[in-house]
């Protein structure tokens, strides 16, 4: 029992001197990439006039989204079973 503890601790002595004898070049972090996009050309959808058509004219734009998103899926599930009916 007490050969494996004095394994160990030969084996934690070898690892601290391998790791004493690596020299360690610590990289300076590279600048971030230049954007391919400018952030100034950038801007937000100007809706014209209140707050509440904004919020209206957005609230459209969702559920256009998710009624195309829900047609889609619809589609490809008629797609897949019309594939499958004639296999079953």
């Known amino acids: 029992m007490h050969d494996w503890k004095s394994e160990l601790d030969a084996l934690v002595a070898e690892t601290m001197a391998f790791a004493k004898s690596l020299k360690v070049e610590i990289e ?36 256009a989204h998710q009624e195309r998103f829900m047609r889609e899926r619809e589609e490809y599930a008629d797609s897949l079973l019309r594939r499958i009916r004639p296999i079953t």
Do not use: H, M, Q, W
């Not at 972090?29 to 996009?37: F, M, Q, T």
């Not at 014209?48 to 058509?53: F, K, V």
């Open 28 to 63: 300076r972090p590279r600048p971030p990439p230049k954007e391919a996009v400018d952030r100034g050309s950038l801007s937000v959808a100007d809706y014209g006039g209140s707050e509440r058509d904004e919020i209206r004219k957005r609230v459209e734009s969702f559920k």
